[in-house]
């Protein structure tokens, strides 16, 4: 099966800076590379996502990079704020709907 | 409204009782799953149905039982809990074969004592 590793597990920036968190997955046959958001108490929710055919993919203040070849993707945030603090998880999954998670990156935004 | 929603949202209960957690999801997509996510964090798959059958079932004790009477709805039946069964359930849904975003439900946060 897929096995999709994520560095790091914590990481503290200060607000304004920039945060990014790499992943690295296995199974060739992904395609599809979404990054989820999880607030305190709260559901996962999707922030950004990035096909294989793209290489990257930006959306305001955060953007997505995708090395198929390397088989390794990461999310980059710029200008950090204090409501960024959450856990992110990326994740991979093929044709069959078979999301597979990284282990989690918990940010931290001090003001 | 709610798009995936779980019931209960908290389940405290003893060591040895069967408990089921119920899964529903409006938006009319084929696939669901359940996911486990414990103490340090981690999101793991634990299982996935396409329209009713069962595609993906990764070496969960089958203590666990996951039940689809039909596509939008996935319930979870647990027997004879265990401690180490402690932690935050999703259920979550995508539409099939499509590799879009899963929608997950609010989370079920089990406590066995």
């Known amino acids: 099966g897929e096995n999709v590793e994520q560095h790091p597990s914590t990481l503290s920036v200060q607000e304004g800076d920039s945060a990014v968190i790499k992943c690295t997955y296995s199974?060739?046959?992904?395609?599809?590379f979404p990054w989820y958001k999880q607030e305190l108490g709260k559901r996962p929710q999707l922030i950004i996502d990035i096909r294989s055919n793209v290489g990257e993919k930006k959306d305001q203040r955060i953007a997505v990079t995708l090395n198929k070849t390397a088989k390794h993707f990461s999310l980059h945030i710029t200008e950090t704020q204090p409501e960024d603090s959450a856990v992110y998880f990326c994740a991979a999954s093929s044709n069959f709907n078979k999301f597979y998670f990284g282990s989690g990156t918990k940010l931290n935004v001090k003001p | 409204d709610t798009a995936v929603s779980q019931t209960p949202k908290y389940l405290v209960t003893q060591m040895g009782n069967d408990k089921s957690i119920k899964c529903e999801q409006n938006?009319?997509?084929?696939?669901m799953y359940w996911y486990k996510q414990d103490s340090k964090k981690f999101l793991k798959i634990m299982f996935s149905y396409n329209n009713k059958e069962l595609i993906i079932n990764e070496t969960v004790p089958n203590r666990f039982s996951p039940k689809s009477p039909d596509k939008a709805h996935l319930n979870l039946h647990i027997n004879s809990l265990e401690l180490g069964d402690s932690a935050v359930y999703f259920c979550a849904s995508s539409p099939k074969n499509m590799n879009t975003e899963a929608f997950f439900g609010q989370g079920t946060r089990l406590t066995v004592v």
């Open positions: 938006l009319g997509h084929d696939t």
């Open positions: 199974d060739s046959a992904s395609n599809y």
